[in-house]
């Protein structure tokens, strides 16, 4: 008996040691169903909790004991494998919202615990079907810019649209993060027209030194995806952020959508700041397709490049 218990007394200390405090994730307002809110509530908050017991032990997640779908396993694992994460606050409270398929949550501080510091703190965005069962887990875009989308009154006048253009937009650059082949394999069509620019020096035929120039590179989605693979496998850790984000709808294809965007790229070895225009085309909204992943630096000779500069939908024929 007393082996008994003091094996208990064992394990309980164990847990406390290697264990870190509970995450507690509340949903103040933007849903009335007690059940199905407790059940979302529950699920994030095994979920931060987990990471950050796991983080602790220096050990793999156990998604035994975490309520969510094979979908945000799998989201989940890829960013932990990556970019392991935890949430340092003890307690969340957030605003539920409604969308076409359920529920999303938005804005959970995350902190990428292996992330240089000016690159540690992200938030994440849960998406929930009707039923309160969590779908899906990526890094989010700013609040700010997500509002100011959601609430433009420009050329986008379908909140859900709007709405669905954000979501992919986000799991897009989770992605990279995830180092996510088989997504970027699905998300580019396969005549995807890929365009990198980089500042070339050059040199006159008698040796004098002339002005850089930028130089765009056009590569198919098997060049472009082969090259990322090799990037994939030389870093551990891939970062990239969104801002600056704009979203067009074309004047006469509703359903195709040009989305500008500063981004942020950083990798063990590498980084650099651009803007990236996507040209997203959503007839099929379950399976959108970019047709368009254009990159070009945001500074040349030492100066910002102006927005007329910037690569946009009105340089491509639809």
Sequence with gaps: MKKIIWSIVLLLTNIYVWGSEPVSIILADGIDNSTIKAKMEQAMSALFTETGSAWEAKRNL???????????????????????????????VQHCLTTSTGYQVRNIPLELVEADEDDKYHEAVINFDRNGNMKSFHLSISNNLYMDIIKSNMELTDLRRRQLILDWTEQFRTAYN?????????????????????????????????PPKVELIKKTKREYLDKLIITFNANKHIRVTFDEIEVMMHPISKDVYGVSLHQGYTSDKYHDDGYLFLLWDFKDEDHPQIHVRAWQPDS???????????????????
């Design 178 to 210: 995830q180092k996510d082949i088989k997504f970027l394999e699905a998300i580019f069509s396969d005549d995807a027209l890929i365009i990198t620019g980089r500042v070339v020096e050059r040199n006159s035929s008698d040796g004098v030194k002339l």
């Design 62 to 92: 156990n998604y035994a004991i975490l309520n969510i779908s094979e979908d945000a396993k799998t989201d989940v694992s890829g960013l932990w494998e990556n970019s392991p994460f935890i949430c340092e606050e003890t307690e969340v």
């Design 300 to 318: 040349f000779n030492g100066k910002k490049i102006t927005k007329k500069q910037r690569i946009s939908l009105k340089d491509f024929d639809i």
